[in-house]
């Protein structure tokens, strides 16, 4: 049963990047069809699809974070990153690394707990 | 981009009466490539229903998904408290991937 914990800054100035690191274990990054994703969900509000990846470095973002974020894989620790640039309050959310079940069929079927980032000087 | 709108926002009802959760898209999703996923309070959504009416691991038979083009419906019967709950729809059609803003599910 693959497990997904994501680790980082639990607060982040604004204007800075926040970065946030998705730890996979259970099984391989590299394993299946299976993309890699990021979630955000502001308190108390609904859920908003950041991006996904494919371990060989294919990736999608959506458009209305695409000219702030990246996100990158580290095969070798079965991990994957987020990086959102120029923060402000608004990026203040939960944020959840999840698993996609692959390409085709793009719902997330493991999702790790999430983690609080709050953005406040 | 493709709009869900779900309905109602809040429903409250009592244990074994049925729930009928909406999802209307702003436009077809093909393949019924829709989604709902289960959050529980301080819990990471989790997967319910794939394909619009598939059942995902874990949920019982209580629980199913229907609907095609625009209108999906989830559909829980004989309400147990612990499906008190919100419950987001999403389309995984056409990019980028989105979510409805979620139906809280209050067991009386």
């Known amino acids: 049963q693959v497990q997904l914990q994501e680790s980082g800054p639990g607060l982040v100035k604004p204007s800075q990047t926040l970065s946030l690191t998705c730890t996979v274990s259970g099984g391989s990054i590299r394993s299946g069809e299976y993309y890699w994703s990021w979630i955000r969900q502001p308190p108390g509000k609904g859920l908003e699809w950041i991006g996904y990846?494919?371990?060989?470095?294919?990736?999608h973002y959506n458009p209305s974070l695409k000219s702030r974020v990246s996100i990158s894989v580290d095969t070798s620790k079965n991990q994957f990153s987020l990086k959102l640039d120029s923060v402000t309050a608004a990026d203040t959310a939960v944020y959840y690394c999840?698993?996609?079940?692959?390409?085709?069929?793009?719902?997330?079927?493991?999702w790790g707990q999430g983690t609080l980032v709050t953005v406040s000087s | 981009e493709i709009v869900l709108t779900q309905s109602p926002g809040t429903l409250s009802l009592s244990p074994g009466e049925r729930a009928t959760l909406s999802c209307r898209a702003s436009?077809?999703?093909?393949?019924?490539?829709l989604a709902w996923y289960q959050q529980k309070p301080g819990q990471a959504p989790r997967l319910l229903i794939y394909g619009a009416s598939s059942r995902a691991t874990g949920f019982p038979d209580r629980f199913s998904g229907g609907g095609s083009g625009t209108d999906f419906t989830l559909t829980i019967s004989r309400l147990e408290p612990e499906d008190s709950a919100v419950y987001y729809c999403q389309q995984y059609d056409s990019a980028p991937i989105t979510f409805g803003q979620g139906t809280r599910l209050e067991i009386k």
């Open positions: 999840a698993r996609v079940y692959n390409y085709a069929y793009r719902y997330f079927d493991s």
């Open positions: 436009q077809s999703v093909s393949s019924s490539s």
């Open positions: 990846m494919f371990y060989t470095g294919s990736i």
